[in-house]
């Protein structure tokens, strides 16, 4: 790997040394890391700000993400009083004039565009393409957050990519500008949920690191659990009112939250920025006066900075027999919990329950396994608690798929079970593959990870589809996947209490060391 030296001579840093020449005499020799933990070590009111700045994007992705239920839902309709007629036909071989929608035929696109008898290719065709949307963007900006843009311009600007898009969507004419919109939502989507967490994750010490990156997933949750009711608000009006309402709010606080909120101190020196990183310490540090100056005087430039292209660097990330060993299993990992994490969740008007209370409850999951990870996820085993999550969720959900019809309470209850389960193992994943990976790959291997996630969720509209007619398609389908793909967490090492580390070689050394 070509690396270079920045000067030690450069601005700021000898200009403190010499003017306080005992403030770091007294101080033991200390990485780059270490030094960052001890400045960043106890959590304080500077940093918990920056995190709900930072976390509310989450608030904002969950509904554009999951808004197709609503959106794209099948409106539910009457006879309108001819003998031939009944509830029960498909209103595929009925007359137009046989039967009418029972609200307005704006509701959703379905009803807008006569797309009651289309194919399911085609009613599942934007859900489809947001996703696809999510793959291309993943793998197109996957390395910008750790090279050109670094995490906070990146979380930004995929997040303003999404909700514009989200806003030109509720002009669509037809399907396929509809579809073809939804594409680019998800194209800027892509980034959101990982340049959150790592973002969250870099600036706060590994106390509290996993308590700070479950709120990412707690306003994602709160984002999803409002949604049915602005979907129910909106109840009598065109499905484009639901875009509008759910993107302008969404866009002006990009806008303003960029201002305040702060890079990742750990990204600038990887930089070799280490002036604005230092500058940024200095704002988040939860300690203060001559401890601080002591412990941002003793860091030197001259941390080594990579220069090669970024995917060169993502070539090394497939090189290093560790890093690829890690990098698949997460992948193979992430692709189960996101089949079966997106596939419960439109899979719900599948199961004879109203579309809101449906999503309402399933939402409402989201809040206790937050709790749950925010107050336990610093005693918890990564690997253990993984492998005994979705085990659970995988049986869960293949109860859900056999129970017989007359049963809609314990299919419910079952399905809610694997959600909640699921949801759990996503959260206790995504903080694992924080801590798997180096800062210098770390943006770009958890993009991989989540577009794993993505890759499963894309079969999800296909699936639910069948599912209509027979439930373990879907469901049986969701457990399967889910309890097979749990067990490759075995070879993965554990990461709970251990220092994040900066370059690939410096996670070499220290799996050495460990081992």
């Not at 929608?101 to 509701?107: C, L």
């Not at 509290?208 to 709160?222: E, H, N, V």
Request: proline share 3%; glycine share 8%; hydrophobic share 45%.
């Amino acid at each position: 790997m070509e690396i270079s030296t920045a000067a030690h001579n450069l601005t700021g840093t000898n200009s403190a040394d010499q003017a306080n020449p005992g403030l770091n005499q007294d101080l033991p020799s200390l990485s780059l890391e270490e030094t960052i933990e001890k400045i960043l070590g106890s959590f304080g009111w500077s940093q918990f700000i920056q995190a709900i700045l930072v976390a509310i994007l989450g608030f904002f992705d969950a509904q554009q993400a999951f808004i197709n239920i609503f959106a794209d839902a099948d409106p539910k309709w009457h006879c309108n009083f001819n003998t031939t007629c009944n509830p029960s036909s498909n209103i595929c071989q009925l007359p137009k004039g046989a039967w009418s929608w029972d609200e307005s035929s704006h509701k959703t696109i379905i009803s807008e565009w006569g797309l009651e008898c289309a194919s399911s290719f085609i009613t599942g065709l934007p859900a489809s393409s947001f996703f696809v949307g999510n793959l291309i963007g993943g793998f197109s900006l996957a390395t910008l957050g750790d090279f050109y843009f670094g995490r906070k311009n990146l979380l930004f600007l995929s997040c303003l990519i999404m909700c514009f898009a989200s806003l030109i969507t509720a002009f669509s004419m037809n399907i396929w500008m509809y579809s073809s919109l939804r594409l680019l939502s998800g194209f800027g989507r892509a980034s959101i949920n990982t340049c959150t967490l790592i973002l969250l994750s870099e600036r706060v010490g590994k106390k509290w690191r996993g308590q700070i990156g479950t709120m990412t997933f707690i306003l994602f949750s709160l984002g999803l659990l409002c949604l049915p009711a602005v979907a129910y608000l909106n109840k009598g009006s065109s499905w484009k009112f639901l875009y509008l309402w759910t993107s302008i709010p969404a866009i002006l606080y990009c806008i303003i939250a960029y201002f305040f909120v702060y890079e990742s101190p750990r990204w600038l020196f990887t930089e070799g920025r280490d002036i604005e990183a230092k500058a940024i310490l200095r704002k988040l540090a939860s300690i203060e006066g001559n401890s601080l100056d002591s412990y941002l005087s003793s860091i030197h430039l001259g941390q080594e900075i990579s220069k090669l292209n970024p995917y060169k660097l993502m070539k090394d990330l497939f090189k290093r027999r560790w890093a690829l060993q890690r990098i698949i299993a997460t992948m193979v990992f992430g692709f189960g919990i996101g089949l079966v994490y997106f596939g419960l969740l439109f899979g719900v008007r599948n199961l004879g329950f109203n579309i809101y209370l449906g999503v309402i409850l399933n939402a409402s999951m989201l809040i206790p396994t937050n709790l749950v990870t925010l107050f336990f996820i610093a005693r918890w085993r990564r690997k253990g608690s993984l492998f005994a999550l979705c085990i659970i969720s995988g049986i869960c959900s293949i109860i859900c798929g056999v129970v017989g019809s007359g049963t809609e309470g314990i299919r419910i209850g079952f399905e809610l079970a694997s959600f909640f389960c699921a949801a759990l193992a996503y959260n206790v994943m995504m903080i694992f593959v924080v801590e798997l990976f180096p800062t210098s790959v770390r943006n770009s291997a958890t993009t991989l990870v989540r577009q794993a996630v993505v890759f499963g969720s894309v079969f999800d509209p296909v699936l639910t589809s069948a599912g209509k007619r027979s439930k373990f398609l879907s469901f049986g389908t969701f457990g399967l996947t889910i309890f097979l793909c749990s067990f490759i967490v075995i070879i993965l090492p554990e990461t709970r209490g251990k220092n994040l580390c900066n370059t690939m070689d410096e996670q070499e050394r220290m799996d050495h060391k460990i081992v």
